[in-house]
Nanobody, 123 residues
Framework: QVQLEESGGGLVQAGDSLRLSCAAS????????MAWFRQAPGKERSFVAS????????PYADSVKGRFTISRDNGRNTVYLQMNNLKAEDTAVYYC????????????????WGRGTQVTVSS
């Protein structure tokens, strides 16, 4: 079992930056691929970024390329999402997820999810 807890969300203005954190507990964090997803109001949950246990970063969602950076610290059992140059369309609840599969192909292959943290970007 893995417990995930996101933090770092908030209300910011367009162009600002935020760093989200996801703290994991309960199992061997370093053996999981970690990812960030987001869900905007009225929309389905969508993939943002993922990083394997060996810190291989998979392609980012097109909408965040060049602005968001995922990283992990296995010593702290934490994965981060640095978000720069935020836009109003980045407004969503951001979720952290963990998968035992190294290269998950869909959200269904993620085994554990956090409760999410709200990010609101005003234009």
């Amino acid at each position: 079992q893995v417990q995930l807890e996101e933090s770092g969300g908030g209300l910011v203005q367009a162009g600002d930056s935020l760093r989200l954190s996801c703290a994991a507990s309960g199992s061997t964090f370093s053996s999981y691929t970690m990812a960030w997803f987001r869900q905007a109001p009225g929309k389905e949950r969508s993939f943002v970024a993922s990083i394997t246990w060996g810190s291989t970063i998979m392609p980012y969602a097109d909408s965040v390329k060049g602005r968001f950076t995922i990283s992990r610290d296995n010593g702290r059992n934490t994965v981060y999402l640095q978000m720069n140059n935020l836009k109003a369309e980045d407004t969503a609840v951001y979720y952290c997820a963990a998968a035992s599969v190294r290269f998950p192909r869909s959200s269904h292959q993620y085994d554990y999810w956090g409760r999410g943290t709200q990010v609101t970007v005003s234009s």
